[in-house]
């Protein structure tokens, strides 16, 4: 079991910046895929970003890549988020997950992940 926490969320301005923080609560984090995912009112769930357990590899949509970075500390129990260059359609609500597959990083989709945080909502202005 991992119960998720997800915080750093807040109001912008378009080209600032915000790394979002998950804290992970839960023996098994440590082997569990990381992921981010958002949604904006009206629209799905969309990926983000995903990592690998140890970290060592990571997963990001095509349209954010180099603009987001996810990374995690395992000592910490938190996985990490950092949004560059912020743009109003950036504006959603923020979620982190976590997946009991070790592959799953690879997956793109909402059903790889078995545990989800409340979310944090992220508001970039113009």
């Known amino acids: 079991q991992v119960t998720l926490v997800e915080s750093g969320g807040g109001l912008v301005q378009a080209g600032g910046s915000l790394r979002l923080s998950c804290a992970a609560s839960?023996?098994?984090?440590?082997?569990?895929?990381m992921s981010w995912f958002r949604q904006a009112p009206g629209k799905e769930r969309e990926f983000v970003a995903a990592?690998?357990?140890?970290?060592?590899?990571?997963n990001y949509a095509d349209a954010l890549k180099g603009r987001f970075t996810i990374s995690r500390d395992n000592a910490k129990n938190t996985a990490y988020l950092r949004m560059n260059l912020l743009k109003p359609e950036d504006t959603a609500v923020y979620y982190c997950?976590?997946?009991?597959?070790?592959?799953?990083?690879?997956?793109?989709?909402?059903?790889?992940?078995?545990?989800w945080g409340q979310g944090t909502q992220v508001t970039v202005s113009s």
């Open positions: 997950a976590a997946a009991t597959v070790a592959t799953a990083w690879l997956s793109r989709t909402v059903g790889a992940y078995s545990y």
């Open positions: 839960g023996r098994t984090f440590n082997s569990a895929p």
């Open positions: 990592i690998s357990s140890s970290g060592s590899h990571t």
